[in-house]
């Protein structure tokens, strides 16, 4: 009896266990499936856009904006589909573990099962009948035909049970079966995107390759530059008055918490806590103190464009650069140059993909012209985290890359470390 206990206790807690555990499991599964096709509605969305534009053959820069914004979706699903076939990958592991018990757990109380059946088949009920006769008192007696009428309801459970775990082990199976075909469907489609992603590649590549041919494109796209420039200035404006407005209900919620402390104290004829600690200084101002110290933000690169006026080379016009344009391998991987917080991710005609980190003491850094987005807004990164991939432009495979201290532009050479 205590062998059984020990394993139908283990044994029930599976079987109440992992409903709940497929319940939770299929509520996420749900919430990623509408992630999931909220891309790929996206992507087709942007896939009708680049087969109109295409029918017209003409080589716009709204066309070179759709093929990038199409790729980025591309690898946004991409990477949620391997987030998926890793997540279904552990479903079915565990799936196949509690199988594999459960199988285990029904073989011994088969066995179990069949000692006694061939036990009573050997010796029929006659040991039954010596233990009641043995009895030396009546109590005895009543005692052991208790414990038979007992035994005997136990092992009737034994075989219900064996039949409905049989019945449930079936289940589990089919549930198993289901979850390896949508993983064979998962890698079917994440197979497709990949491919699909190469195809818009190709066709960015074709699209470029044609617009830095024409003179009149150059015009617009120094015009979408000028224009982009004031939108990433707009949005650090946005960010600075967001942080006003964060840092003023912290200061009035603080002195609301300092004058409830203090009436309690006068209430209860308490000492005012003890003064706090002065506050580190060089761990607010981390930023300021990396002047000509900070890590650039590609491993290999040469600044193309320089900080402040310059004349285009094809144009001839002067124009201003609010940062600096770095000349990289398109794809290399891009790094924060010190720890922050994500505070934008955006697309910027012009600038392609931008994304805005916060740092301390009101410094912000800006990277643009990236090819894919490695972070989420809000994440926390640290210095030398991959944030993204450079991208490439009308301009060649650059990087351009800001920083700002509150509303002033800073020339991000002065920062960045020397590399000689």
Known sequence: MRILSRILIPLLFILFALPAIAQRTNKEIRQRENELQKLRDDIQSYEKKLNESEKKEKVTLDRLDDLEHHSILIRQLIQKLREEELGMTIEIDTAKGAIANLEGQ???LKSHYANYIRSVYKNGRVYD?????????INQLSIRIQYLKKFSEQRTKELQDISENKTILEQKNEQLQVKLLSERQLLSEKTREEGNLKRTFSQRQIVLKKIRKNKQIYQKELTRKTEASKKIENLIAELIEKERVRKEREDTEKRERLAAEARERELNKTAPPPT????????????DLRRGKL???VAHGTVQTPFGNQTHP?????????GIDIATP????VYAVADGEVA?????????????LNHSNGFRTVYAHLSDVMVSESQRVTEGTIIAKSGDTVAGAILHFEIWKEREKQNPEWWLASRQ
Not at 276 to 287: G, M, N, R, Y
Not at 314 to 322: M, S
């Open 276 to 287: 706090q600690q002065p506050v580190d200084t060089k761990a607010i101002l981390a930023f």
């Open 344 to 356: 934008v991710l955006s697309f910027i005609p012009g600038f392609g993909n931008v994304l805005i």
């Open 106 to 108: 029904l073989q011994f």
């Open 129 to 137: 009948i010596e233990l009641l006769f043995s009895s030396k008192s």
């Open 330 to 333: 398109s794809g290399s991987d």
């Open 295 to 297: 890590r650039w933000p």
């Open 314 to 322: 094809v144009l001839k016009t002067i124009t201003q650069n609010t």
